[in-house]
């Protein structure tokens, strides 16, 4: 029976999590009250209390679910010693940008992210949140070009820690774009929007 309760409380707990996504989308994070979000859900404001201390934890649970696979890709680039770095590189990047071009819930929960979240005080721990995995983000990439660099790959002039911040951008400014005008900025091109970017880089055959 415990078991049984465990599992109920966890789907209750991606249900409650399913409608402030959609509510956070339709109608922008500060407008949407936990209120809305549990009708939505077919549940109680209570319900969302026990499970999410405030809306804060709520939005941050949110974001939790989409951050982990891309968390992962990054271990698994930065657990890359051996091969072609720049190759190994292009395709994380890749892979990240097809993952949002291929699911409904990385588009919403990215909308939400850039278009539809005034950033206000009570988001604070989760806009913390994310500015970590961006710093943890561009620092994976400059290893990544470090690599490169020691295997004679990159440019003389590539800064590593700086392309990867210039980089880390190129991606966000791909993902924003792509948001709000998909058929302007297809990111099922993905490959070929990184190998422009990565010839910038690379030492001449």
Same mark, same amino acid.
Request: charged share 25%.
């Given at each position: 029976?415990?078991? #049984?309760? #465990? ?9 409650? =999590?399913? @409608? +402030? ?12 009250? %936990?209120?809305?979000?549990?009708? &939505? ?16 934890? =709520? ?14 890709? %990054? !271990?698994? %680039? ?8 720049? +190759?190994? %590189? /292009?395709?994380?990047?890749?892979? !990240? ?7 409904? *819930? ?19 721990? @989760? ?5 970590? =995995? ?8 400059? *290893? ?6 020691? &295997? ?13 911040? @210039? ?9 924003? /774009? ?11 091109? &993905? ?13 001449? &055959?």
């Amino acid at each position: 029976m415990a078991r #049984k309760t #465990k599992i109920e409380a966890e789907a209750t707990r991606e249900q409650i =999590l399913d @409608a +402030a996504e959609q509510m956070f989308y339709q109608h922008g994070v500060s407008r949407t009250t %936990l209120e809305k979000i549990a009708c &939505a859900a077919g549940l109680t404001r209570g319900a969302i209390y026990w499970h999410f201390e405030n809306k804060s934890a =709520l939005f941050g649970a949110m974001l939790e679910r989409i951050r982990l696979p891309f968390q992962q890709m %990054l !271990s698994e %680039l930065d657990a890359q010693p051996q091969g072609d770095p720049l +190759a190994q %590189l /292009k395709e994380h990047l890749v892979r !990240s940008l097809l993952m949002i071009a291929n699911s409904e *819930r990385y588009h919403r929960v990215l909308s939400i992210v850039f278009h539809r979240c005034e950033y206000m005080d009570e988001l604070n721990p @989760a806009v913390s949140k994310q500015e970590e =995995l961006d710093r943890a983000a561009t620092a994976v990439i400059s *290893r990544a070009l470090q690599r490169a660099r020691a &295997a004679g790959m990159l440019q003389d002039s590539v800064d590593p820690d700086l392309t990867a911040c @210039a980089i880390h951008a190129y991606i966000g400014g791909l993902i924003r /774009k792509h948001l709000l005008q998909p058929d302007f900025c297809d990111l099922s091109q &993905a490959a070929a929007y990184i190998d422009v970017m990565l010839q910038g880089i690379k030492k001449p &055959a």
